[in-house]
């Protein structure tokens, strides 16, 4: 399996750039939507089991894995389309899974004094 994880500090940055874009205006000069629809994500998937292998690296420890067949309504692979978002901000997210797996790992120990 495969899903889009995306560092919390990738979608602040986006979501503070739209935050002060006004909408876009059609021919006769009045507002054509007051809002627009983006997906914000990392428009990368990865394997749900590089996800564990890197946490286990982080925290030395080995992960009880049991496997279990496909779930009813699971799928395969999701990812964020952000063309759209590239488009109007030029968003792309910066923070690879390593990093910010890490830094959440940094932040939890810390948070929870472990």
Do not use: C
Not at 20 to 35: R, T
Not at 87 to 101: N, Q, R, V
Request: charged fraction near 30%; glycine fraction near 4%; avoid cysteine.
């Amino acid at each position: 399996m495969k899903t889009d994880f995306t560092y919390i500090d990738d979608i602040v940055e986006a979501i503070n750039k739209l935050i002060h874009l006004l909408p876009d205006k059609n021919i006769n000069n009045s507002v054509s939507v007051p809002f627009e629809v983006y997906n914000i994500g990392n428009n990368n998937p990865v394997e749900l089991k590089k996800f564990v292998s890197i946490l286990e690296d982080l925290l030395g420890k080995k992960a009880k894995i049991r496997l279990m067949p496909l779930q009813k309504g699971e799928v395969v692979e999701t990812y964020a389309d952000i063309k759209n978002l590239y488009k109007k901000i030029g968003y792309k997210p910066a923070t690879k899974i390593e990093d910010g797996l890490k830094n959440f790992v940094t932040w939890y120990k810390k948070y929870y004094n472990i």
